[in-house]
């Protein structure tokens, strides 16, 4: 596939391949001087990391390795530090860039010529627009009482506090906090922009290492990208999928963006609570009620590993239903789910069946590239004990996810699939009460069904249903557009797109 078909040092480095991080930290901004801030940000997009330099640093981070192996020494750590940015509808609005609202819409529809500019410049995705308060609250999924107050609009207008959000990560301690520091310091200097809200993430310790706090391996199947990625998928891997999912104006985009969006992407920031101790108190008390853990050596691992779809060390269940597999096969993703009528190995609701049905569909065109990372402090001794999570201590998943179209992404896949209980489609008669909910991140609500999944029970037709906790709190977060650096460069930082005239108009 020609590499060339994309340029690298036009993308943010964290949408693809991936900024190294073994710490993260975002820091959510309100732009107070639009004008002053185009100028900090046009003289500090060198230190922007684009999708060339984090290519770089994996080939370095190989390299040392390889190294480490050959020596027999243990690999030095390398900072590796990485800064990318973007922005909600608010803030484009705030730099003066068309985004078209509900109360602009009669002033453009009324005038040819304004119609003709919002045409060429104006981002599209309704979304996006509305930002993830309004979408999800609105439509009834998210709990308004749960969200975090800084993700909230305010007063009369609902204001939404957000404008933008800076990626800030490092794999050394010492350089983390100091490039944190120099970010924060760069754009809130004379106020031309107020932190909203800073969150931390940090990759867990030791072997928990690549692990989500219910400790399962994080981040496993990312799709394989056409003009990207150069392996080929193997088997019975999903296939290649085109770059315009996760790029806008890339080939498989089908949403008509103007052109200086290209090689940009809608990032999802997602904030989830996890409450582990809870979750594991859950499998303990139920496990010997699943119909497949009777003599088996862990039935609460066992069915753990039925709920997400992978055992904790990654190995698939479809793959290996009875054991994790010694670490042979923990990053695997050589499956399909076939044959796509039973569920036998891995049930149709399962977590990783539910986010990639792979057979259970046609094709692969609800697709996202995944960057969450852990934050909060490891499950301590009094809270295991207690089989509750201490509320002074608040962990979880800083879900974060790209694709280039959140209605078709994230929300999609949020909302059509992960909460709908009849999802994969057409298993009703597999499944006695449909495949079930998505056990982890599937949301209920009290106009929803009661939360329960379907599990396989060696029937044809599965009667098994098990009733569910929930033990994710979504707490928020936002959708934001993380612009390409040419884009950052002229257009976002460049002139007003509003003039006089138009917001007279307005």
Known sequence: MASLMIRKANIQGDIWPGLPKRFQTFLFFQIQNPDAFKGRLKRFLPRITTAEQACQYKDRMKAAKEEADRSGMRKAMMALPGINIAFTSTGL????????????????????????????????????????????????????????????????????????????????????????????????????????????????????????????????????????????????????????????????????????????????????????????????????????????????????????????NGTPVDESPDDDGGHKINLSNNFDFEPRDEHHKCPFAAHIRKMRPRADLSNDHAVIIRRGIPYGEEVSEQEKAARQSDIAKDRGLLFTCYQSDVRTGFNFLTTRWASNHQFPDGKDKVVNGGPGIDPIVGQRLPIHPARSIGLPDKEVASRHRMTLDRWVIHKGGEYFFSPSIEAMEGYLTGPSDYSPVFKAKL
């Open 93 to 312: 609005t705030k730099l003066g860039k068309f985004v078209l609202t509900a109360k602009d819409q009669g002033a453009v529809k009324k005038d040819r010529a304004l119609s003709q500019v919002f045409r060429d410049k104006q981002l599209r995705g309704g979304l996006f627009e509305k930002g993830m308060y309004a979408d999800l609250t609105g439509e009834g999924w998210d709990d308004p009482q749960e969200i975090r107050t800084e993700y909230k609009p305010f007063g009369p207008d609902n204001e939404r506090l957000i404008d933008g959000v800076l990626l800030v990560t490092s794999s050394c301690p010492d350089d983390f906090q100091k490039q944190v520091a120099e970010v924060t310091d760069r754009f809130e200097d004379e106020g031309v922009v107020r932190m909203i809200m800073t969150r931390h993430g940090t990759v867990r310790p030791g072997e928990h290492k690549g692990k989500e706090h219910f400790g399962y391996m994080d981040g496993i199947s990312q799709p394989v990208i056409e003009g990207l990625d150069t392996r080929e998928p193997v088997e019975k891997e999903p296939v290649r999928v085109k770059p315009g999912l996760i790029l806008c104006g890339q080939p498989g985009d089908c949403m008509p963006q103007p052109a200086w969006a290209k090689d940009g992407s809608f990032l999802v920031i997602r904030d989830l609570q996890q409450l582990v101790p809870e979750y594991d108190n859950w499998l303990e008390e139920n496990a010997s009620k699943a119909p497949f853990t009777a003599g088996h050596k862990d039935p609460p691992q066992k069915l753990a590993a039925y709920l997400m779809g992978r055992w904790k």
